[in-house]
């Protein structure tokens, strides 16, 4: 009901909305501190001798501030309609449900100190904090950011951020209790303690996350990770790498996982990637991955990425073509 | 006759140089260049006690371009790029203003205020210059 609620508040809001639209900058309403947006993703994978075509993401976001107070709201239908074709037979799924992406209050203490309450993007890594398709790089993420940590946190959050001539940036996840709209998070968790620090100065960025979650479903397990990140980026190039491991309680093992990726831009709207990928666990699921990729975009908010997976596992080498568009 | 050719094509340049002028209220601290990006980019919000405010020309103006050309020094479509995952992160751009007068205006009555405009606009002494240059 909430959710309907919402979608129809949203809309209403569109409809009377400012005329000077650009598309991927939202509107705000009429002159409310409030904005709105969204983005819908669409993708063509072929593996293993199966097609499989997606409506994956159709996604409305709300957000604004009065004061020291801001707020996010952002629901999403997934794999909102999923086709699969193989030798011998066709499949079609439909999910309706709408998830509760994103939720959460701010609240500015100060310039530099921002206190968070709801669920949010785990700040984890490059990948996890704008995890839709249309801000990627590629239509597919790295598997170091899918395997380590929980994508979503339900608890309170800390930001701080000092700015001189870099900046510095300090997060603290905090998550003591049930999960909001658990069902496609990575992990169905009910804790999450963790720590992050970022510096930027000029081109170039440097991260350190690392933390510790306590998984419930299937087996009940506890984890603890870490995750080191670097970028350098200008208007032709970047590079980015990410080397991280994780610790399960239970098994008493270790995961590895790390990549290397560069991004050439050939002009504004041609982009070639190449990514090197890795995955080391005692489990024996191994792969080393290198993920070919173009991205076009005729605007920023449009994109359209096409990308070849060559992998080291059997039968898992794949093609993926996806359309985005962020509004 | 090459070196006239050479001294009037300066002369054309130097005439058709546009001087622009970074200002801001009286009450803005001392800042450097990557200072002033930060401000901008909305990722640097105080200094000294004084909350910022920039404001933007609308987006298509020339002025605009020369101070992103010159400040942000980054290109349009990596811009573009980092406003739209600001958006998502729920985060707004610098308010753009009509004009010129528009943007003086609002420098001169808005504490912590930072904006940009050509130097043939400034009227008004009662608003501090940060930086000038010349395109």
Not at chain 1, 209 to 217: A, E, L, Q
Not at chain 1, 243 to 264: A, H, N, P, R, T
Not at chain 2, 79 to 87: F, G
Request: charged fraction near 25%.
């Amino acid at each position: 009901m909430f959710h309907r609620f919402f979608i129809l508040l949203i809309l209403c809001s569109v409809l009377s909305a400012e005329n000077s639209y650009q598309l991927g900058e939202g509107v705000q309403i009429d002159e409310l501190p409030i904005f709105v947006g969204g983005y819908i993703s669409t993708d063509y994978r072929y593996k293993d001798e199966e097609h499989r075509f997606r409506v994956d993401d159709i996604a409305l976001l709300s957000y604004g501030n009065y004061k020291a107070l801001s707020y996010m709201a952002e629901v999403e239908f997934k794999e909102f309609y999923v086709l699969t074709q193989d030798k011998d037979s066709t499949h079609t799924e439909q999910d309706n449900k709408l998830y509760i992406e994103r939720l959460y209050l701010d609240y500015a203490f100060s310039d530099a100190l921002i206190g968070r309450a709801g669920k949010y993007n785990t700040p984890i890594g490059f990948w996890n904090l704008l995890p839709i398709n249309i801000l990627r790089d590629t239509s597919s993420n790295p598997i170091t950011n899918e395997l380590l940590y929980p994508k979503f946190t339900t608890g309170f959050g800390m930001e701080y951020n000092s700015f001189d001539e870099g900046e510095f940036k300090l997060d603290l996840m905090l998550q003591h209790n049930d999960s909001l709209d658990n069902d496609y998070n990575n992990y169905e968790i009910d804790a999450h303690y963790g720590l992050g620090l970022s510096y930027e100065y000029d081109s170039y960025l440097i991260k350190l996350n690392t933390g510790y979650f306590h998984k419930i479903n299937i087996l009940e397990d506890d984890f603890a990770y870490a995750l080191l990140s670097g970028k350098y980026e200008d208007d032709m190039y970047k590079l980015m790498g990410e080397f991280g491991s994780q610790y399960s309680k239970e098994k008493s093992d270790f995961i590895y996982s790390g990549y290397l990726q560069g991004l050439y831009h050939f002009n504004d709207k041609h982009a070639g990637i190449l990514r090197l990928e890795y995955l080391n666990n005692t489990d024996s699921i191994d792969d080393n991955i290198a993920v070919f990729a173009y991205t076009y975009r005729p605007l920023y908010a449009i994109a359209l990425k096409s990308e070849y997976q060559l992998h080291s596992k059997d039968d898992s080498d794949q093609f993926i073509f996806s359309f985005s568009v962020l509004f | 006759m090459k070196y006239l050719f050479f001294l009037l094509l300066l002369g054309t340049i130097v005439l058709k140089a546009q001087n622009y002028l970074l200002i801001a209220h009286k009450d803005v601290p001392k800042l450097s260049e990557n200072q002033i990006k930060a401000i901008f980019l909305k990722k640097m919000k105080s200094k000294e006690g004084v909350h910022f405010i920039p404001v933007n020309l609308g987006a298509k103006d020339s002025t605009r371009r020369a101070f992103e050309s010159k400040y942000i020094n980054v290109s349009l479509q990596r811009l573009k790029s980092y406003w739209a995952k600001q958006h998502y992160l729920g985060h707004r751009p610098p308010h753009s203003l009509k004009s010129q007068k528009a943007v003086i205006a609002f420098i001169t009555k808005v504490a912590g205020s930072i904006g940009y405009i050509q130097e043939s606009a400034l009227k008004n002494s009662d608003i501090q210059i940060i930086f000038r240059w010349s395109e």
